[in-house]
């Protein structure tokens, strides 16, 4: 079974604080995303990484960078964090060559 | 730009049928679709890959209209487990853009 996790399941955070959201896949995949999840918009692709150390930005890259040292781990950081970042973040993996994503549990943030 | 579901939101009795439909603007070369129960995360339910596709998994199933650009997820005979919220993907140069999803919620 693939498995998908996420550093944390809920965090609460400071505006202004330097936020670190980790995922990890166990699977070996290449390809892996960030989302955020916002009632009556969807899942709305942040970034997207299809190898360790490249990145691709998704639709709504603003205010948030990434990492891929390594192939199982992807992070999202959020440089400053800010109120209008509250959200529920979801993390993706998908092996090379098909079109399947295998979700984490989500993390929801608060920015306070 | 993201695909768009409707409706946004359906209530059902166990054994009614549902239909959810999603539309692009662009030309379509793969549809997923994905249920997401509440707090959980999103699991994948099938992708469609060429025009005219039919799939089936259960009693759910989907439709693939490359000419109108548009897919339909179809739910018969629904049972309390098929609750969630359900999205459509479709497929662009190795990620999915997604529709804004419709919750559909399935009462006894």
């Known amino acids: 079974d693939v498995k998908v996790t996420q550093s944390s399941r809920y965090l609460v955070k400071r505006t202004g604080e330097k936020v670190f959201l980790e995922c990890v896949q166990d699977?070996?995949?290449?390809?892996m995303f960030w989302y955020r999840q916002d009632p009556g918009l969807g899942l709305r692709l942040i970034y997207f990484?299809?190898?360790?150390?490249?990145?691709e930005k998704g639709d709504i890259p603003e205010g948030y960078s990434v990492s891929r040292e390594k192939k199982e781990r992807f992070s999202l950081i959020l440089e400053s964090a800010s109120t209008n970042q509250t959200s529920m973040y979801l993390c993706?993996?998908?092996?090379?060559?098909?079109?399947?994503?295998?979700f984490g549990p989500g993390t929801r943030l608060l920015v306070l | 730009q993201q695909p768009v579901q409707s409706p946004q939101a359906v209530i059902l009795r166990e054994g009614e049928d549902a239909v959810i439909n999603c539309s692009s603007s662009?030309?379509?070369?793969?549809v997923h679709w994905y249920r997401q129960k509440h707090g959980e995360a999103p699991v994948f339910l099938m992708i469609?890959?060429?025009?005219?596709e039919q799939k089936g998994h259960e009693k759910i199933s989907a439709s693939f209209n490359e000419k109108k650009q548009q897919s339909s997820l179809y739910l018969t005979a629904s049972q309390l487990s098929y609750s969630g919220t359900y999205f459509c993907?479709?497929?662009?140069?190795?990620?999915?853009?997604f529709g804004q999803g419709t919750e559909l919620s399935v009462k006894p």
């Open positions: 993706a993996s998908m092996p090379g060559g098909e079109e399947t994503q295998y």
């Open positions: 699977m070996d995949h290449e390809n």
């Open positions: 990484s299809y190898d360790v150390k490249m990145k």
């Open positions: 662009k030309a379509l070369y793969s």
């Open positions: 469609l890959l060429k025009g005219g």
């Open positions: 993907g479709t497929g662009e140069g190795g990620k999915l853009i």
